[in-house]
């Protein structure tokens, strides 16, 4: 790898997947950062995490059920959907993924608690997020799962 001055831009060779690769930057520091980042993810290879998601919780439960739900026996698709729409959507659902740490997780089981959800309910709601994030870090969209 490498970065070379071209008139006002600053140029970034590298190589992904066999490819000679280059992208071009404003600034020599966000050059720097990539190049850092290309360099990172040579080292740790294949399986190295990428960058947490932007997308709200909303967005990657519709990814997820699109994916998983066919999987499952009805009922089971019956009870999450439930779970989901009562408990985990109206409430976090507008939560951006990098932003559900263990401490917004906590937080939002006690709201659910204090808004008349049952011990058991408020431990299936968590089990159907948990899976439901534990295949966002599977893909790639978060680096660890706050459940």
Not at 59 to 62: K, Q, S, T, V
Not at 101 to 112: H, L, Q, S, T, Y
């Given at each position: 790898m490498s970065i070379q001055k071209r008139g006002k831009s600053y140029?970034?060779?590298?190589?992904?997947?066999?490819?000679?690769?280059?992208?071009?930057?404003?600034r020599k520091e966000d050059a720097e950062t990539f190049e850092l980042d290309q360099k990172r993810a040579r080292q740790m290879g294949a399986h190295a995490l990428s960058r947490p998601s932007r997308q709200a919780l909303d967005?990657?439960?519709?990814s997820w059920w699109a994916m998983e739900s066919p999987l499952w026996a009805a009922s089971t698709r019956s009870q999450r959907k439930d779970v989901l729409n009562r408990w985990v959507r109206p409430r976090i659902g507008v939560v951006r993924l990098s932003d559900l740490?263990?401490?917004?997780?906590?937080?939002?089981?006690?709201?659910?608690t204090a808004a008349g959800c049952k011990p058991t309910q408020a431990n299936q709601a968590l089990a159907v997020l948990s899976a439901a994030l534990s295949a966002a870090v599977t893909s790639g969209e978060l680096p660890a799962n706050p459940c």
């Open positions: 140029y970034v060779r590298y190589r992904r997947d066999g490819q000679h690769l280059g992208r071009s930057f404003a967005e990657w439960l519709d740490g263990r401490k917004r997780v906590n937080e939002w089981r006690a709201e659910i």
